[in-house]
């Protein structure tokens, strides 16, 4: 498919292929704990604490792997294991006893008993209890959002916008894609607002096509006006409006269409790194849209994902980074 005479579309997820994701699970650690009442004494502290949750326990994983895609869904699902008495206590206790691993512990035996199955027809965030639209998910994306972008003092100071580290690497590899002639945009869980201000903010709008970047807020949008949901990956529709335009998915989701409309479509490439992107890959492919997968292992993914992705007949590689995924794209154009 990369082969093809015509040059292919790049869509991108953001984070974890080139945004680095660790500030946003910072923000959904804070927005959670601040949510539960639980103060945490100091920066020494926090350190201490990110460290356990987010780089040894890695509670990132009970979500993401779970195609729970959005960094609100981890925000959500810590936010809710902390209401649970038991959990909430239990936290309490090991930070107050400086035993930060076990604090982590703690949380992630809180979040991982909340998974059941998701309810039929809502987002992959209902296996956890979770209802996308209820006023406690409005209230931890707005705890999130205050965090990160109007600097709600709780004590932790972290960066607020990140390229996936090495950044020069990062760069670097959209540079050559760009530089190649190829048209690179993104697909992604976030918000708009919280794409587009990285996306400037890091120098990247002149490599990015942002106007047919597809969004959460496109999935809203189409929830509302066709009445149907989950719209949101690891459905198709995600990746066939950063293709064929929001008005043609939303068109092909109206009438439940079993076929794109693809005629005149060149390849695409979607680099992604989370269970959702590949199954979202796969839906739109099953449709007929001419997509290849490459898979950035950063470690999210269960092993049993990462084999049904390696053995998918759409997959064009597993690679460690952003830097190797362009490597196989641009090997193949020539």
Known sequence: MIGAPSQPLIVLDADGVFMNEMTYWRTALAAALTLADITV?????????????????????????????????????????????????????????GNEDQAAAQLAQGMERLWT????????????????????????????????????????????????PPAEVTRGALARLHEAGLTLTVCTSRGRDETQQPIRTLG????????????????????????CKPLGKPHWFPLTSAVLGYDTAERAVRSNARTLPVNGCGPVVFVGDAS???????????????????????????????????????????????????????????
């Open 41 to 97: 004494p100091d920066a020494a502290t926090w350190h201490r604490l990110d460290q356990a949750c987010l780089h040894t326990a890695r509670l990132q994983r009970i979500t993401k792997s779970r195609a729970c895609n959005s960094n609100w869904d981890l925000a959500a699902v810590m936010a809710e294991a902390l209401t649970r008495d038991d959990t909430r206590r239990d936290v309490i206790r090991q930070l107050s006893a």
């Open 117 to 164: 199955s998701p309810v039929p027809g809502q987002p992959p965030l209902s296996g956890f209890g979770i209802d996308r639209d209820g006023p406690r998910f409005h209230e931890v994306r707005q705890r999130f959002e205050d965090i990160l972008y109007h600097r709600l003092d709780v004590g932790w100071s972290f960066p607020r916008h990140e390229l996936l």
């Open 204 to 227: 990247l709008a002149g490599w990015l096509n942002t106007a047919r970047m597809a969004t959460y807020d496109d999935v809203q949008r189409a929830q509302d006006a066709t009445g």
């Open 276 to 334: 959702a992107d590949f199954e979202c890959a796969l839906a739109a492919h099953d449709r007929g849209l001419p997509v290849t997968y490459i898979h950035i292992d950063s470690g999210i993914s269960r092993p049993e994902t990462l084999a049904a992705i390696r053995d998918s007949s759409i997959t064009a590689a597993l690679v460690p980074d952003l830097s190797a995924a362009a490597d196989v794209i641009l090997e193949r154009q020539t």
